[in-house]
């Protein structure tokens, strides 16, 4: 049985950083596409960013529009975990934090797995 266990989330400044960690167990994890979603207080889920396999060692990221520049998704398979840099966090980056493995292109992703608990970031202004 698949497992998404997501950590690293807080609360922090406006203008501070934060790494987000996703272990995944049960799934060959080398090529797996895998993304980072989040929600907030009364919205519905978004995406985030997506960490595609193009080959070899090389994998392809995307992000939404209202993180790009500011965070960053990248994966170590060794210890089967994908993160999330966040940086320059904004109080509209407020939201519980997901990972999942994806499909979808462009700005275009959802999750295929059962989401786990997720890990609760919140900014102050």
């Known amino acids: 049985q698949v497992q998404l266990v997501e950590s690293g989330g807080g609360l922090v400044q406006a203008g501070g950083s934060l790494r987000l960690s996703c272990t995944v167990s049960?799934?060959?994890?080398?090529?797996?596409?895998m993304g980072w979603f989040r929600q907030a207080p009364g919205k519905g889920r978004e995406f985030v960013a997506a960490?595609?396999?193009?080959?070899?060692?090389?994998?392809?990221?995307y992000y939404a529009d209202s993180v790009k520049g500011r965070f960053t998704i990248s994966r170590d398979n060794a210890k089967n975990t994908v993160y999330l840099q966040l940086n320059s966090l904004k109080p509209d980056d407020t939201a519980v934090y997901y990972c999942?493995?994806?499909?979808?292109?462009?700005?275009?992703?959802?999750?295929?797995?059962?989401w786990g608990q997720g890990t609760q970031v919140t900014v102050s202004s």
């Open positions: 999942n493995t994806v499909q979808g292109s462009g700005n275009s992703w959802y999750g295929i797995l059962d």
């Open positions: 049960g799934r060959t994890f080398r090529t797996s596409p």
């Open positions: 960490l595609t396999w193009r080959g070899g060692s090389t994998y392809d990221s």
